[in-house]
């Protein structure tokens, strides 16, 4: 018994010395320490160096708001603007970066000239690159576009046309813009796909409905075994509404879906991630072993056990895109290929943890999430090893092959386990036409498909290479035989001829 204080001060002395050494890790990463993991061929966690840095959080009081931030739900990027849906207080704010901080440049509470001039719970904004400002204006069943000066310029309201129910209101909550001025607008209850207007106002239809879920017992039972009154009582079989949008450089839309049965996950039907063209289809492309659905595993019986949900998307210049999961709390970053680089974040009350994200965003390379909770938002900066991905996928995008190559094996030296980067550097010596290497570095990583195709285009050239030596044994094979049956022949008449002037006849 005289031996336990001695036990309980040497195990606080440990912890302590855990708790400094711990401290000590987070304070040479940044702001903090922001734990990264990626997911192997198998399907299995694998910890990585952080490809992210929790750089600074912004709170109402840092941004010197005198009423703070209530229940915000949006963020949007332009250039180096950040505006904030402040959806409780019923009004945009615009902050502004210089010399990577990050201050207030002005609320937006009003549009001139509209009417009416003020926002009722507004949940989505967006700035074209003219300046001009869409706000979906959720309570006022609008969204208003104003100039940069805030003056009105038009509004987007209910459709009057027979293809939109009449009986239901119209609440706009999300909202992209392409370079055209068309508007896509994500109603909260409109299950038929984004509204479309053209730049004028009109309304066009809708596009990318989702695709109707329904129980096959449910349909029979509907269809064949209830009454009449029973149908009546039953909910249609109609399809879900996405979760956030937004929109790329070239124009596609990027849709989170959130509607969905675990067990489609894996086969890909659920498909939470989607792209889709100018007539609704899906067209994400999806080369990895894995399709784009966050976390492949959860733990069974904890609070947020489940499938990950995306709560808003964002998409990079050059093509990767960041979707961040209410479930956990998790940001995850997918390149064009829909190979996933990283996954990080979880929830919490700490900096790099959220209590409920719900928006995401990016300026340049830097993520940007906001917290309705906490009313915060967390500016994340990749660290080395992350610009370190970055830099291989731009380089590659940029035809720069050699280099990219070795910037993946850059990456290989500090994660020896990051497939991506045996797939990268295959990618690359594949452009390099160097076909029996590129399907080394696909096998490494397990890449059936990409090792099928540098197989391919090994073959073609081996054969390429071999036609040389095949024409001139098939030509051996087919000459040769008449060379020596033109030989024997020959000699056959000759033998004959000798043989008849030894008899006596003459030639």
């Known amino acids: 018994m005289k031996r336990t204080p001695r036990i309980l001060a040497l195990c606080l002395a440990l912890w302590l010395l855990a708790a400094t050494v711990t401290a000590a890790l987070a304070a040479d990463d940044g702001f903090s320490a922001v734990y990264t993991y990626n997911y192997d061929y198998w399907g299995e966690l694998r910890e990585s160096p952080n490809a992210y840095r929790a750089d600074q959080v912004l709170f109402s009081g840092t941004l010197g708001l005198e009423t703070p931030m209530k229940k915000p739900q949006s963020l949007f990027v332009q250039g180096e603007d950040l505006y904030v849906c402040d959806t409780g207080n019923n009004r945009i704010?615009?902050?502004r970066r210089e010399d990577g901080a990050y201050s207030l440049a002005r609320i937006i509470d009003s549009v001139k000239g509209a009417e009416p001039e003020d926002f009722s719970?507004?949940?989505?904004?967006?700035?074209?690159?003219?300046?001009?400002?869409?706000?979906?204006?959720?309570n006022h069943n609008r969204v208003v576009m104003m100039d940069k000066n805030l003056r009105f310029l038009r509004q987007y309201v209910k459709p009057t046309d027979s293809t939109f129910e009449q009986n239901l209101s119209f609440l706009p909550s999300k909202i992209v813009?392409?370079?055209?001025?068309?508007?896509?607008v994500l109603s909260t209850n409109v299950n038929k796909g984004l509204v479309k207007y053209e730049a004028d106002g009109t309304f066009t239809g809708f596009i990318g409905a989702n695709q109707v879920k329904y129980n096959l017992w449910d349909y029979v039972w509907k269809a064949f075994l209830s009454t009449r009154e029973q149908r009546a009582q039953q909910a249609s079989f109609v399809p879900t509404e996405y979760e956030n949008i937004c929109i790329d450089q070239e124009g596609f839309i990027y849709a989170t879906?959130?509607?969905f049965s675990e067990?489609?996950?894996m086969s890909d039907v659920a498909k939470p991630i989607r792209r889709l063209n100018g007539i609704g289809n899906d067209i994400l492309i999806k080369n990895g072993k894995h399709p784009p659905i966050g976390d492949l595993q959860w733990v069974e019986g904890t609070l947020d056990y489940g499938p990950s949900k995306f709560k808003d998307i964002t998409v990079l210049d050059n093509d990767i895109y960041v979707a961040v999961d209410k479930t956990r709390g998790r940001l995850f970053g997918y390149d064009a290929q829909g190979i996933l680089l990283w996954a990080f974040g979880t929830k919490g009350n700490h900096v790099g943890a959220f209590l409920s994200a719900v928006s995401v965003e990016h300026m340049g390379y830097d993520l940007l999430v906001l917290d309705e909770d906490e009313c915060s938002i967390t500016v994340f900066t990749p660290t080395d090893?992350?610009?370190?991905i970055y830099r291989a996928n731009d380089e590659y995008l940029r035809g720069q092959y050699d280099t990219s190559a070795d910037t993946w094996r850059e990456v290989m030296k500090l994660n020896a386990n990051y497939d991506p980067a045996f797939i990268g550097v295959g990618r690359a010596l594949l452009r390099q036409e160097n076909y029996a290497e590129a399907m080394r570095y696909f096998k490494m990583a397990h890449d059936r498909v990409n090792y099928g195709r540098a197989y391919r285009y090994y073959r073609k050239e081996a054969a390429e290479r071999s036609v040389g030596w095949i024409v001139a044994v098939i030509a051996a094979l087919l000459i040769v035989p008449l060379v020596v049956g033109r030989v024997k022949k020959m000699k056959m008449e000759v033998e004959a001829d000798e043989r008849r002037k030894a008899a006596g006849f003459k030639s």
Do not use: E, M, W
Not at 177 to 184: E, F, L, Q, S
Not at 385 to 388: C, F, I, K, P, S
């Open 93 to 95: 704010l615009q902050l």
């Open 121 to 138: 719970t507004p949940s989505d904004v967006f700035a074209d690159a003219k300046g001009n400002l869409y706000v979906a204006d959720t």
């Open 177 to 184: 813009v392409d370079t055209a001025g068309r508007v896509y």
């Open 257 to 259: 879906n959130t509607v």
């Open 263 to 265: 067990y489609d996950l």
């Open 385 to 388: 090893y992350g610009n370190l």
